[in-house]
T-cell receptor, first 114, second 115 residues
């Protein structure tokens, strides 16, 4: 049972345009959401997060939007740069089984073309 | 570099052999996680330590897997009698944030190939 879903395995955009990465979740107990970026041969790097009590969080070129009623969040990158090309993972924080953990989606590979 | 460190970066082994991986978390982080990532998947939770106590093990962690975190510092993950299905990237992460603000910082991982 995939509790965090990233339905687009890949996305290609032109440099300077907006990249929109989407994520859906099923567990209403999730109360904190994170985006990680991963380059080949490296571990995931924390990018931006949002609490379930907010609907938007912005950090420079990166903005995360949360729609709790739709159980949907999205990451906007404006403007996109070639260095943003990576795999982006959506993750949700949950207290489960006596401990807190992150549940990850399968990732979306973003390619930004010069 | 004061990030999460994992060793080795790559491990190739024959089926049936035992392997051990090490993770050194960020020094002030009291919580440490192990994840496994296979091709096309996101990281999947394996186990979790708060200080030296192992608080949870995923059902993904069979009896052949064991993890320790002596003295609440570095951690080791051992796989006994490796199988080809164990081939994956093993990631370690650490955090000090309070729930739900569980921002975990990852190491570069150990890529295991079982022949």
């Amino acid at each position: 049972d995939q509790q965090v879903k990233q339905n687009s395995p890949s996305l290609s955009v032109q440099e300077g345009r907006i990249s929109i990465l989407n994520c859906d979740y099923t567990n209403s107990m999730f109360d904190y959401f994170l985006w990680y970026k991963k380059y080949p041969a490296e571990g995931p790097t924390f990018l931006i997060s949002i609490s379930s009590i907010k609907d938007k969080n912005e950090d420079g070129r990166f903005t995360v939007f949360l729609n709790k009623s739709a159980k949907h969040l999205s990451l906007h990158i404006v403007p996109s740069q070639p260095g943003d090309s990576a795999v982006y993972f959506c993750a949700a924080s949950v207290w489960e089984g006596g401990s807190e953990k992150l549940v990850f989606g399968k990732g979306t590979k973003l390619t930004v073309n010069p | 570099d004061t990030g999460v460190s994992q060793d080795p970066r790559h491990k190739i082994t024959k089926r049936g052999q035992n392997v051990t991986f090490r993770c050194d978390p960020i020094s002030e982080h009291n919580r440490l996680y192990w994840y496994r990532q296979t091709l096309g998947q996101g990281p999947e939770f394996l186990t979790y330590f708060q200080n030296e106590a192992q608080l949870e093990k995923s059902r993904l962690l069979s009896d052949r897997f064991s993890a320790e975190r002596p003295k609440g510092s570095f951690s080791t993950l051992e796989i006994q009698r490796t199988e080809q299905g164990d081939s994956a990237m093993y990631l370690c992460a650490s955090t000090v944030g309070q729930y739900p603000r569980n921002i975990q910082y990852f190491g570069a991982g150990t890529r295991l190939s079982v022949l």
